[in-house]
């Protein structure tokens, strides 16, 4: 199979862990193909990813007693038979191998090298099949200092599945990691491949078609997925030719006094490039100039109260309300929220808005639940994610990312993104979405207040809030990425226009 049909034809936008994963293989085998054929075809598949990453110079397996190191030895047959130089290091006797391992393992004509640094010398490339995705505790010493050996040897590293040392489920470092140039995984990513730190330590990522058919996923039913537009594009809002603005939704923006107008501003101009028909910006009166010499498009509206607000969102257009960017932490803030969730509005929720509930999260929670059918987003960042959920912060380990935000989603009743290089969003239900087409330049100031604009944006055309969260996601990565470094707040709004023609090229829709 040529190299770049072997990584097209297998990859896919859910993400298994590492039980859903071994179910996969299971179902595969119980449905006729062999578990020895399996391991042939991932080790095929990393040779060839071996080839592909350098083309000549000594190549050597570091392998370890479990099925990864299975999938080393018929990669290094399969290259020695490509007559290229390959030595084995193994980390156990060959007669302690077992079950398919150990067939591979008779496939390698040649001695093995003693489980040493020593050893290692001087290779083009190291393939790293030493531990798989399973591996539940620390690393330690023989294995952690060939690990560390492997990383100060300067040579590529290509990764078998996962680097040795990082747990395919929680993404968690456990004792030392291989720092990988590229890693070769098979079937469906893992949430390792995606989530930090794990993500960090696997370079380049190819998933490669072993012959598992994709119909397994019917019955293991996996609820994560990697965020990009293969997931979510059924969702995506195209104007309709005979569509007008007001058919896509108006979303109401909450400022906050005239020392805090920015962050609102950049939420509403964010949920107008997201594709709003309109925004208004509800101003406090001493702001009121402000925003208004700041601001075209978007319609600015005196609002001091809660009492005010309730007032304008007794207008059914505005059914979209963005509160937190700038708002100001306090009783005002819930005041707001409330009025908005009883008025039954699509609502985002970010920055002051969540750090007002920190002293009593349930009350919020408590009312997102009874305001029923409404789509309710939180968008926290690590710092104000422990503010409305302590027992689930990063503090506390045991948990990953992905489980801690199913956690926040479930509790809250509400969709929760927690931002991050890899933005995690969860909804009630258990689905969830991982990003990872952040830059790093994207961390700047204001960069969530137009993520909270542009989710709104979203909602208001009629987006279901997980889908709208999870679009609103990528667009933000992918409009930093547009604006490229040196990136601030403002530029994301202006890029927003390339991204869609981006998500139309893709989706193949017209314009």
């Known amino acids: 199979m040529p190299v770049e049909e072997a990584f097209v034809q ?47 110079g000594p190549i050597l397996i570091v392998a370890g007693p479990g099925n990864n190191g299975g999938d080393g030895f018929v990669a290094a047959a399969e290259l020695a038979a490509q007559g290229r130089e390959v030595s084995v290091i193994l980390m156990c006797e060959r007669d302690q191998l077992q079950g398919d391992a150990a067939s591979a393992a008779r496939g390698w004509k040649h001695p093995v090298l003693p489980f040493n640094p020593q050893a290692i010398g001087k290779p083009a490339l190291i393939i790293d099949a030493l531990f798989g995705a399973g591996l539940s505790r620390p690393v330690d010493g023989e294995a952690r200092a060939m690990i560390e050996a492997v990383n100060a040897n300067g040579a590529l590293v290509l990764a078998v599945d996962l680097p040795s040392g990082i747990n395919g489920t929680s993404a968690a470092v456990l004792g030392a990691a291989v720092n990988a140039t590229e890693t070769v995984t098979f079937f469906r990513k893992k949430p390792a491949h995606l989530l930090l730190p794990g993500r960090m330590h696997c370079g380049r990522v190819r998933v490669a078609d072993i012959g598992i058919d994709a119909q397994v996923l019917d019955e293991i039913r996996p609820q994560t997925f990697e965020n990009d537009p293969d997931f979510w594009g059924a969702a995506f809002p195209v104007p309709r030719i005979d569509g007008h603005k007001y058919a896509r939704g108006h979303v109401l923006a909450v400022s906050g006094d005239a020392a805090a107008t920015g962050a609102a501003r950049l939420a509403a101009r964010g949920a107008l490039r997201a594709g709003a028909g309109l925004v208004t910006l509800a101003s406090p009166r001493d702001a009121l100039a402000i925003n208004a010499a700041a601001l075209t498009a978007v319609m600015v509206r005196p609002v001091d109260t809660a009492i005010e607000f309730g007032e304008l969102l007794g207008d059914k257009r505005y059914n979209t309300c963005i509160i937190g960017p700038g708002t100001g932490v306090g009783d005002r803030t819930c005041d707001f929220v409330h009025t908005a969730l009883g008025a039954q509005r ?166």
């Open 10 to 56: 297998g990859s896919g936008m859910e993400v298994l862990t590492n039980a859903e994963m071994q179910r996969a293989d299971q179902l595969s085998i119980a449905a006729g193909t062999p578990g020895f054929k399996l391991m042939l075809s991932a080790g095929q598949a990393v040779a060839e990813a071996a080839n592909a990453l350098v083309e000549e």
């Open 346 to 511: 699509h609502l985002v929720l970010d920055a002051d808005a969540l750090t007002s509930f920190a002293a009593n999260p349930e009350r919020l929670f408590e009312s997102i639940k009874a305001s029923h059918d409404n789509a309710v987003v939180l968008t926290p960042h690590e710092g104000e994610f422990p503010r409305l959920f302590s027992d689930l912060s990063n503090k506390h380990p045991g948990r990953s990312k992905l489980e801690r935000v199913r956690a926040a989603a479930e509790r809250s009743g509400a969709v929760v993104l927690l931002k991050g290089p890899d933005t995690t969003i969860a909804a009630p239900d258990g689905r969830a979405t991982i990003a990872a087409n952040a830059p790093p330049w994207l961390a700047t100031a204001g960069a969530g207040d137009v993520l909270s604009g542009i989710i709104a944006g979203l909602l208001a055309q009629g987006v279901p809030a997980f889908e709208a969260a999870s679009i609103g996601v990528w667009m933000h990565g992918e409009a930093a990425s547009e604006a490229g470094p040196g990136l601030i707040a403002e530029d994301l709004t202006e890029t927003l226009p390339a991204v869609h023609r981006r998500i139309y090229n893709a989706l193949g829709i017209e314009y």
